[in-house]
């Protein structure tokens, strides 16, 4: 079903018409967390359900490397304006998942659509310019440009980027011009303007991921993925990059990211998914999550450390002995057939 084209937030209209969000204006909407957590407090949680308000919709999305099956989604929905965690063992699919939704890569079947728009077959650059992106980790090339460069990458896909403007000096100045402002703000957000001439692969673990998050707030977005965001940064930086991705949700973004830690999937999301090989096993709120068996299975297997039950604990007793008296047999018996051929010399 297609969503409500006008979503609610502090959305402002973009040059070409379509919706954009307006991030460094600030909070317009009373607390963000609450109104997330309460249009999702009565959503069961159950693979596939509907959302109230869904920003993006996945439909029988699959994708296959060979003969793998990386990814396998029947059908997801996003909340808008919400904090999603998404999580699940490595090799999950989450990644691939990422890169689908975001344009970098093609499914084998299936759509998604943003905002009721179909984003299937569309460019990385078209998907963002709608106002999907996502983050990415600081290549070895993106590590030889300054932070500044960095940021101003993040900004393509806006109309100075296209080869018409670029004809006419004037307009590609006074875009280059706001995109420079739009990056110096944005590293005065995130603490790192006095780095704007280093190389970005001088920063620390921490700096890179909110560099990361900066550039890919260049192009505006309403919808922001992050990958890992929490990955290599160090104790004392988390909580101030736990609170920037709390404050995407303050401005009216919707963020999706993926997250080994529990303790930030809990301090964080507002809604939880959980892939395992390729599938959606289980969503719902956060304390749902470490409940549920299927997701335990898929992170410990099947034979964890929870206490094993009675009929278990005789199984593997029967299953010991009789281990051990067919190892007892075959000793037996080859001892019986050493003596045998002995006998016979
Ligand atoms: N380009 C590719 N070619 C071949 N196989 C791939 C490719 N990309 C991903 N895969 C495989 O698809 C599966 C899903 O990978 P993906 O990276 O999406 O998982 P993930 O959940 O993000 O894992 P992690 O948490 O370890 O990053 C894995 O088995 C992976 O090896």
């Known amino acids: 079903m297609p969503a409500d084209p006008a979503p609610h937030g502090a959305h402002a209209a973009r040059p070409d018409g379509t919706p954009g969000t307006t991030p460094l204006a600030g909070a317009t909407r009373a607390e963000p967390r609450r109104e997330a957590q309460a249009a999702l407090r009565d959503v069961p949680w159950e693979v596939g359900v509907a959302k109230p308000d869904p920003a993006i919709v996945v439909d029988h999305v699959t994708r296959t490397f060979g003969g793998l099956t990386a990814v396998s989604v029947d059908h997801l929905e996003i909340q808008r304006g919400g904090i999603t965690g998404l999580i699940g063992p490595n090799g999950a699919g989450k990644t691939t998942l990422f890169n689908l939704l975001t344009g970098f890569d093609q499914p084998n079947t299936g759509t998604w659509s943003f905002n009721g728009r179909e984003l299937g077959k569309l460019s990385p650059h078209q998907v963002a310019r709608l106002g999907v992106v996502r983050t990415f980790q600081l290549t070895k090339a993106l590590s030889r440009l300054t932070v500044l460069q960095n940021m101003l990458l993040g900004a ?24 420079t402002e739009r990056a110096m703000d944005l590293l005065r957000r995130f603490k790192l303007d006095a780095k704007k001439d280093d190389f970005a692969g001088s920063l620390s673990g921490g700096q890179r991921k909110l560099l990361e998050m900066a550039r890919a707030l260049m192009s505006e977005p309403q919808v922001v993925m992050l990958d890992e965001p929490m990955a290599g940064v160090n104790p004392a930086l988390t909580q101030s990059l736990l609170g920037h991705v709390k404050d995407l949700r303050e401005e009216g973004m919707t963020v999706i990211f993926v997250e080994h830690d529990m303790d930030v999937v809990r301090d964080i999301s507002d809604w939880v998914v959980v892939m395992a090989a390729g599938k959606v096993i ?64």
């Open 156 to 179: 393509q896909g806006q109309s100075g980027e296209s080869f018409l403007r670029a004809l006419v000096p004037g307009t590609w100045r006074a875009q280059e011009k706001a995109n």
């Open 282 to 345: 289980a969503e719902g709120a956060p304390d749902s999550i470490s409940q549920n068996k299927a997701v335990v299975d898929a992170y410990l297997g099947a034979h964890h450390d929870a206490p094993l039950t009675e009929d278990e604990e005789d199984r593997f007793l029967a299953e010991d002995q009789a281990a051990a008296r067919a190892q007892r047999e075959d000793v037996i018996s080859s001892d019986q057939g050493r003596r045998t051929r002995r006998a016979g010399r």
